[in-house]
């Protein structure tokens, strides 16, 4: 029995799709949070920044000061000591990473 074209091509794009969909995976990205701190010091030749934060929920770190490593020394350009700053910070190769950081709304 032979399928008219349609069907087949209906059929084989069909399984091509559930095969691309089975393939795909991509880890689901975690959701980040914004965090609220100040400024304490600022390490731009070490692409650092200590913040003294609130707690991060997402990674159970209660809140302190402490010394963050940021993406890109770029990010630190626009802040100095004593902003009120809010970031996002994710953990990476057993580091804390700030991938965004901005002076506080």
Do not use: C, Y
Not at 31 to 40: H, K, L, N, Q, S
Not at 54 to 81: G, N, W, Y
């Amino acid at each position: 029995m032979r399928l008219p074209p349609f069907l087949a091509a209906s059929a084989l794009a069909l399984l091509l799709w559930s095969g691309a969909q089975a393939a795909d995976t991509r880890p689901t990205p975690t959701p980040t949070e914004w965090v609220r701190g100040t400024v304490v010091r600022l390490d731009p030749a070490r692409s650092r920044v200590t913040l003294n934060h609130e707690r991060v929920k997402s990674i159970k770190m209660q809140a302190m000061t402490m010394p963050f490593k940021v993406a890109s020394a770029q990010q630190l350009v626009p802040l100095k000591l004593g902003d009120k700053v809010r970031f996002e910070v994710v953990a990476k190769d057993d580091e804390l990473l700030i991938t965004h950081i901005e002076v506080a709304p």
